[in-house]
């Protein structure tokens, strides 16, 4: 696979007369495609029914014929005043009630039928007239999904939509469904919950404590539906026009619906990549580590998603836009150390991207991203992403491309569960996100390629290794594919804790028929707690007490059973920390003899078909095994 580069570009943002030079210039960079369109609506269709696709078409035309191909992006991300006016009642509410008004992006809700309606006509008059341009060769459907939490909306639309997606849950005789199953599953005997009708139902918000779980459980499943479904009629209609094939962009750490449920429609999945915004914004790290590398990011943030939205995209994934510079949205915005820009890029062709894409090519000088760099700067001339961006280009050139294999290690990632842990987390701050980080970051600091699984695999004969933690519900076949899998298996903390809508079984969890192991008791701990381990670590945050004959392998210092194992199958009770995970998979790769190679501090390894790539997320030179790497660098190595 040959891989390739490409830039985000804003036409409508630029007097014509400099569209072409663009063209040009992005091509003599190195560029083969330019995404445009996603956010266009209100120039496309400017009062409804007229449409102005002149400007469009001639933009199509310059790029395409420079020699770029174009990623076309349906603008409904970005409704135009007209359409609220048509529909006001198409808003998405936030969990207090407020309307998340006009003014920026994102202000729909995903059940509004005629919001739907609207988006499917433009859809429809965009792939009808482009299907067939030989210079529209991919599509992305909507931006950014769940961005700017608006995947959950608690308006009357949704409320209305919910009722009916319980009544097909919880079918009945007749058309309106059977509440007493629904008060059976979700348990409303408690506190004098019950409905006799579903039209009763309200949403789980404004609730004078916390709502029923498994009432925000079937909530959240409902919500992520309106996702696929909305994202699904889109595709439909672009396939009766276009061969081409259709992404969506997500984002990091947006785990508010199934993303492989979206995936299976499309052809590839792209995520939005920020290093350094999302160091700021969404990562729990320490102080410590978010000064080491502020200007670098995480050295596992950007490869965890990589490596997610390739399981999501079916082994087909690009980044769609990628930081070039400081970004205007985090807590705090520093620019990226020199080489970054270059090195994130790598690093995605390492795990398999086909393309990167720069988000954007100049700077805007107006609106809310303003302070948000480019390749060029608003002048238009360029900027150190721009540099980078061209060394990226010139190497590309002089390979044939990168192909990956199977990594040794897979890991099971569940968007239920995490709706599951967000639903009841039992303390503060606790996340299966969080869990399955930590245990991600702590495979790399031990040299490994990583695959995620979704829930719904059965294949897993390739893995040495497969990690199914936290998986609070754990679908039978799931389960019974794991125990008769010849990989280790790693189960818990939280593995199989409820039934479907977060019940505690009356047969206590984990249930795992091939080790007897129980869990007795459950605590979660402050964070500035830990129970040291008999081995180098500490157990913190979430604490199982096990009972059961399987042999004990880890222990607190006070002699409580941490991990329990019978042949291939092993269940963890807590939640470690660094040195505690680290020491955990070092004993289990020693038993099933796979080799590891323990990392400096802040360099990671990802291993190709041919190569080894050894990246330097720290700012100075550091010595490793295979010689020594700049800061901010890489070196790849034949295998």
Known sequence: MKQSLGVCYYPEHWDQNIWENDAQQMKELGLSWVRIGEFAWKEIEPTEGQFNFEWLDKAIKILGQAGLKVVLGTPTATPPKWVLDKYPDMLSKDINGNIRGFGSRRHYCFSHSGYIEQCKDIVTRLAKRYGKNPYVCAWQTDNEYGCHDTTISYSDTAKDAFRTWLRYKYPGKGNDGDIEALNKEWGNVFWSMKYDNFDEINLPNLTVTEPNPAHVLDF????????????????????????????????????????????????????????????????????????????????????????????????????????????????YNPAPLDGMVRLWTWEAFAHGAE?????????????????????????????????????????????????????????????????????????????????????????RRLGFSIDFLSPEATNFNDYKLIIASGVMHTPDKLKELL????????FGPRSNAKSENMYIETKLPPNLSKI?????????????????????????????????????????SSGIS????????????????????????????????LDYTVMPYGVRRRETSDHYYWFNYNENEIKTIIGSIKGADFVKIKK
Not at 562 to 590: A, Q, R, T
């Open 483 to 490: 125990l008769n899998s010849t990989a280790e298996i790693l």
């Open 220 to 331: 959240r499943r409902f919500s992520s539906d309106q996702v696929v479904n909305f994202n699904l009629s889109q595709v439909e209609i672009i396939r009766q026009y276009s061969n081409a094939p259709i992404a969506h962009n997500y984002m990091g750490r947006t785990t508010e619906f199934n993303h492989f449920e979206v995936g299976e429609s499309l052809d590839f999945a792209s995520w939005d990549s920020y290093p350094l915004g999302f160091s700021e914004d969404r990562l729990e790290t320490s102080d410590e580590e978010k000064r080491n590398f502020y200007r670098q990011g995480n050295p596992d943030f950007q490869a965890f998603h990589h490596d997610l939205y390739r399981a999501v995209g079916k082994g087909r994934w690009w980044i769609m836009e990628q930081q070039p510079g400081p970004v205007n949205w985090a807590p």
């Open 562 to 593: 941490v991990l329990k194992s019978k042949n291939n199958i092993n269940y963890l009770g807590s939640w470690l920390d660094g040195n505690g995970f680290d020491e955990l998979f070092i004993s289990l790769c020693n038993k099933i003899n």
């Open 355 to 443: 393309t990167v894409c720069y988000f954007r090519w100049r700077q805007a000088p107006f609106a809310q991203e303003q302070m948000h760099a480019g390749l060029l700067r608003p002048d238009s001339v360029p900027a150190q992403g721009y540099y980078e961006a061209k060394k990226v280009a010139e190497e590309l050139n002089s390979i044939n491309g990168l192909e990956i294999n199977t990594a040794p290690i897979g890991i099971i990632f569940d968007y239920d569960a995490d709706a599951m842990w967000d639903i009841q987390p039992q303390g503060k701050g606790l996340s299966y996100f969080g869990l399955i980080f930590d245990i991600y970051s702590s495979l």
């Open 516 to 556: 007897d192991v129980t869990v007795d008791r459950v605590q979660t701990l402050r964070p500035d707690i830990n129970i040291p381990l008999e081995i180098n670590g500490n157990a913190k945050y979430y604490i199982e007490e096990l009972e059961g004959k399987a042999e004990d392998i880890i222990k607190t």
